[in-house]
């Protein structure tokens, strides 16, 4: 069975975007780690806010499929975006039992809740970035019950960026 990996930057104080939405605190200096992730994965998995966001740069990741869940858009120019209105979840499940290489929850908070709330997430990639946004969209909100993660890394950079790995 496929991981589903949230991989995502975060803010000392637990936020993934700024009050507008706006990541431009993101420290983008070095690697950290991405080449080596990018190449765990063949899929990935993202709201229709992160989604537009991402066309601002041009096409959304050409070297994997990504899966958009949106009630808005409804057609696409690139052939690697698969709009979907389904149940978030059963989505997800039925997408980690295909064959592939691990999916990647790119984000928003919308997508990652649900994903939490039925334990869909097997790992957690957060760089951690060292500064406090004040306010913004935090990266987890109320669960229903507790969910225990094992660290199994944590990776310091000269940046004072952190890079925490966790396992279900």
Partial sequence: MRKMILNLAVSLDGFIA???????????DADYGMTNFLNSIDAVVMGGK???LLLQYGAPYPEYTNYVFTRT???TPYANVVFTGEDIPEFVEALKEK???NIWLFGGAEIIHPLLENDLVDELMLSVHPLLLGEGLPLFRKLNERKTFKLMDSITYPSGLVQLYYKK
Avoid: F, Q, T
Avoid at 19 to 25: A, F, N, R, V
């Fill in 18 to 28: 700024g009050p507008h939405g706006e990541y431009d605190w993101c420290l983008a």
């Fill in 73 to 75: 858009e409804k057609s």
């Fill in 50 to 52: 992160s989604y537009r």
């Fill in 99 to 101: 064959e592939g290489k």
